[in-house]
């Protein structure tokens, strides 16, 4: 059961503009989400989360919005940079089993110099 | 801080032999550790989460007979894959959970890779 969905599973973006990656899900208990960037032959590294008790969360580059009504998030980054070229998979949880995060199924960004 | 290594990063072996994979949190104690499972192009899937000292909780669809965990100390958990098959050929990656970290932290290892032939 997919109940975390990154439909785009690729990007590319030119460097300094804005990257846009996009999840959607479908769990309404779902209570926290969180994002991880995943470079090859490393394990993913987490890179920014958000509670359902906001819309927004910001971190430097790092935006993430939540639309619970449309069960969607998204990760912003301004500017993109080169380093930024890797696999974000976001992920889902919920206060009723904290122990278990539902993962997309990944975006491969690419940000050329 | 917070590192997770994982060894081996890659093994081969042939089919009906077993394999283990160590899972260490290296510079802090974890109370809790997960194994997930990823084929190409797909998510990450929660096989298991294991408690220091006690038995692992399976996910549904995972055959805790053939996916054997052991959490023997608050900073190695190992997952051996008992009589391997083609089909269990995939990537295996670990979490691990701060003892005093918040509920929703963990902190992944960089996962092996399990060709079985």
Redesign the interface.
Known sequence: DQQVKQNSPSLSVQEGRISILNCDYTNSMFDYFLWYKKYPAEGPTFLISISSIKDKNEDGRFTVFLNKSAKHLSLHIVPSQPGDSAVYFCAASGSYNFNKFYFGSGTKLNVKP | GAV?S?HP?WVICKSGTSVKIECRSLDFQAT?M?WYRQFP??????MA?SNEGSKA?Y?QGVEKDKFLINHASLTLSTLTVTSAHPEDSSFY?C?ARPGAGS?????????TRLTVT
């Not at chain 2, 192009?41 to 929660?46: P, V």
């Not at chain 2, 509920?103 to 996962?111: I, K, L």
Request: glycine share 8%; no cysteine.
């Open positions: 997770v994982q990063s809790t997960f192009k797909q998510s990450l899937m929660l989460t909780t996910e990656i979490s509920s929703y932290e963990q902190y992944f290892g960089p996962g």
